[in-house]
């Protein structure tokens, strides 16, 4: 961050600037409060909901003595930091070891047997539960194996060579927890009411495995629509963003002019804004430098930003990526998201996206209503401009408030959510699953029908049978959704 010196009209929009006017004997902080002098005048600064929080204002110390005192009523520094939080506010964090928590994200990997699979209760015997495979991991130790989407599982066979049912209260330890190094399942048929066994088992072992930045990518010819499908399964981290960027030529070079990004299996999580900028602009390209995205402050910081650095309130399209390369822009006017699963409503990157290129093109969101978060945070540290350069080397405190809304160009938000262009099953049939990456296959074949014909009548049936679902393998992978995040050039506040 840029070391800004503020204009001394501005100087008395920040209550850190004001104190140091005030009488003081000695320029040393007591060092058992420094983190809880950090933690105050970070968030008097720049939380988003400063002005509500009456000990935060600006006018509640007249001196430094004063703040002083009351930094010292607090032990810790969590102790201050959550007694200066906004009552609903769940997505700003203290951290005590910025050195952990900002180490590079590692890629996906996890120890698996490559299965994705779900559990439902068995219609016709009490307490008994059948399994059924969603997918194969591809170039998982199950992709080599005898086992395929839509196969069902009622049983393993444990160490001692014991065939254990699968039930409501055994099944984590049996499919989750199991300590042995082969899961040996053993297969049956269902038709939706009666399992019958086929005797057939088959054995996976755990491997470590690392995912794949893509599940899957396609390329349909549908007369004068050609249509790009994306199966995305990971995070809109920068981790993948080159690898987006890749595949992004690849459907140029094949003249797609219709894209399907389908997130049924993704796992959520944050992002930045740059980040979901470069990914708008890999959907349009046609739109260089105009703004996508803009961010409100609090007031007082609003002021100076407008003042003195009005550009960094908004993000445009960029061209190229953080690396410089060339992003491959595919100049579309309609992209569709596939946006389902129990209890799955995306993230707040995927509705940061979605919000900012609705006023340049047409965005289908086929499934659920999103959750509504259009909260941006930053990194805070104990310096100067609130930069990591020239931090406090006396604690590894930093801050992660929120600090800012999100609107577009037009200045829609979605603080409520952002409803679907039409409904999908919530979660997928276990007896019509189809193939992924097939044109039969339900969720893709409503999507290429409302694409080609403008239909927005779901035909798919969603749960013929009533199946009860208890456990889908997707759902523990997708992790908490920390927020979008911004990076800023923060004036300097001579701290």
């Known amino acids: 961050m840029k070391e800004i010196i ?11 600037i004001s104190l ?6 000695d320029d040393v902080l007591n060092p058992a409060i420094e983190v809880q002098d950090f933690v105050w005048k970070g968030l008097n600064a720049y939380y988003l909901y400063q002005e509500d929080i009456a000990d935060l204002s600006d006018t509640r110390f007249s001196s430094d003595l004063q703040l002083e005192n009351y930094l010292g009523g607090f032990e810790t520094p969590v102790d201050i930091f959550n007694s200066l939080k906004f009552p609903s506010d ?31 209760k068995d219609p016709n015997r009490l307490d008994s539960i059948i399994g059924f495979v969603s997918h194969i991991l591809p170039l998982s130790e199950a992709s080599s194996d005898s086992i395929s989407r839509g196969d069902f599982f009622y049983a393993i066979i444990n160490e001692e060579a014991d065939t254990i049912h699968l039930k409501e209260d055994n099944y984590r330890a049996l499919l989750l927890n199991y ?24 054995d996976l072992v755990k491997k470590n495995y690392q995912y794949p930045p893509i599940l899957l990518k396609e390329v349909f010819d549908l007369g004068a629509k050609k249509a790009g499908y994306l199966l995305y399964n990971n995070d809109f981290s920068t981790n993948y963003i080159g690898d987006l960027n890749a595949t992004m030529q690849e459907f140029k070079n094949e003249s797609v002019n219709e894209l399907i990004i389908d997130l049924r299996y993704a796992i959520g999580s944050h992002s930045y804004a740059r980040t979901i900028a470069e990914i708008a602009s890999m959907i349009t390209g046609q739109f260089p430098n105009e703004i996508l995205m803009k961010e409100t402050w609090n007031e007082k910081a609003q002021i100076w930003f407008e003042l003195n650095q009005p550009d960094s309130l908004n993000t445009k399209f960029p061209s190229t990526l953080q690396n410089n390369e060339t992003i491959n822009s595919l100049n579309l006017t309609d992209v569709y998201i596939i946006l389902n699963g129990n209890g799955f409503n995306g993230s707040s990157a995927l509705e940061l996206l979605i919000n900012s290129l609705q ?4 965005v289908h969101v086929l499934g659920n209503t999103t959750r509504g978060d259009n909260l941006g945070s930053i990194s805070l540290y104990d310096s100067p401009d609130y930069d990591i350069f020239n931090s406090n080397l006396n604690h590894t405190y930093s801050l992660q408030p929120t600090v800012v809304t999100f609107s577009n160009k037009e200045d829609e938000t979605y603080e409520t959510g952002i409803i679907p262009t039409i409904q999908l099953c919530t979660v997928e049939d276990p007896l019509n699953l189809g193939e992924l990456g097939e044109i039969t296959e339900p969720l893709l074949s409503e999507a290429l ?47």
Not at 8 to 16: E, M, T
Not at 20 to 25: A, E, F, I, K, V
Not at 92 to 113: A, V
């Open 6 to 16: 503020l204009k001394p009209l501005i100087l008395i929009l920040f209550i850190s």
């Open 90 to 120: 769940s997505r700003s964090l203290l951290i005590d070891d910025y050195t952990i928590e900002d180490s590079p994200l590692p890629l996906r990997s996890s120890f698996t047997t490559g299965m994705e699979f779900g559990l439902f």
């Open 359 to 362: 006023p340049y093109i047409n």
């Open 179 to 202: 300590p042995q190094d082969t899961l040996k399942l053993l297969m049956a048929n269902f038709n939706g009411d009666t399992l019958i066994v086929n005797n057939q088992r088959v």
């Open 449 to 495: 029908l409302y694409m080609t014909t403008g239909n927005t009548g779901v035909t798919v049936s969603c749960n013929p049978f009533e199946l009860e679902l208890i456990y889908v393998s997707i759902d523990s992978q997708r992790l908490i959704d920390k927020g979008t995040f911004i990076k800023q050039d923060l004036p300097n506040l001579g701290r």
């Open 20 to 25: 140091q006017s005030c009488d003081r004997t």
